[in-house]
């Protein structure tokens, strides 16, 4: 069975220092891993994706994430967070060998604070 | 190029009536999802076309769900009759292709409310 897991349901950091937000994973075979972002009224944006390869990937808005599968986990982070920044993110996971259907977590909301 | 459309934006509907979403997916994308998230739980994967056919609904709670794409473009999402468990965001994505690694790009969503 396929799952994801968001610890947090709320992250709050101040403008201009690092953010992380946690997901971990759960599949039979190897993952591809997303991450979306959702601001208010809006639809989920992509914002990066793992498929094979580097562990450490980059995306939109200065984003990056970095897949461990030791601890099958696919954490979302920026070095410094701007105030626009502020949203909901989606972690989603694919199972390579299962179906073609996205498994979301619960999503987490950063916000971050001036 | 257009993203991917849905209407209505939001709809409340009383318990026992009939709603249709609609969901316009990016022009020549021949897969489209319906995803729905109840509140402050997951987004969770109702059904799967491509084109016109069905390729995968487990995730469809029950018969009170209908979804249809005739010809392939457009889809529908009815729901009848509504319950209340049935409020939330009904999400529409699309994707060129069936590539599990291929990002989908979604709607801005319809949100229900059953009263």
């Known amino acids: 069975a396929q799952s994801v897991a968001q610890p947090e349901d709320q992250v709050n950091v101040a403008e201009g220092n690092p953010l992380t937000v946690k997901c971990t994973y759960s599949?039979?075979?190897?993952?591809?891993l997303f991450w979306y972002v959702q601001y208010p009224n809006r639809g989920l944006q992509f914002l990066l994706k793992?498929?094979?390869?580097?562990?450490l990937v980059k995306g939109s808005y200065g984003f990056e994430a970095e897949f461990n599968k030791s601890q099958t986990s696919f954490h979302l982070k920026k070095p410094s967070a701007l105030v626009s920044d502020s949203a909901l993110y989606f972690c989603?996971?694919?199972?390579?060998?299962?179906?073609?259907?996205?498994?979301f977590g619960t999503g987490t909301r950063l916000t971050v604070i001036p | 190029e257009a993203g991917v459309t849905q209407f209505p934006s939001h709809s409340v509907i009383e318990k026992g009536q009939t709603v249709t979403l609609r969901c316009d997916p990016i022009s020549g994308h021949d897969n489209l999802y319906w995803y729905r998230r109840v509140m402050g739980k997951e987004i969770k994967f109702l059904l799967h076309?491509?084109?016109?056919?069905?390729?995968?609904e487990s995730g469809m709670p029950n018969n009170r769900f209908l979804a249809e794409r005739t010809g392939g473009t457009y889809s529908t999402l009815k729901v009848q009759p509504a319950e209340l468990e049935d409020s939330g965001v009904y999400f529409c994505a699309s994707s060129q292709n069936s590539g599990k690694n291929s990002p989908l790009h979604f709607g801005n969503g319809t949100r229900l409310t059953v009263t």
């Open positions: 076309f491509v084109k016109e056919s069905k390729q995968d």
């Open positions: 989603a996971v694919r199972d390579i060998t299962g179906a073609n259907n996205l498994f």
């Open positions: 793992y498929i094979t390869g580097d562990n």
């Open positions: 599949v039979s075979g190897n993952p591809y």
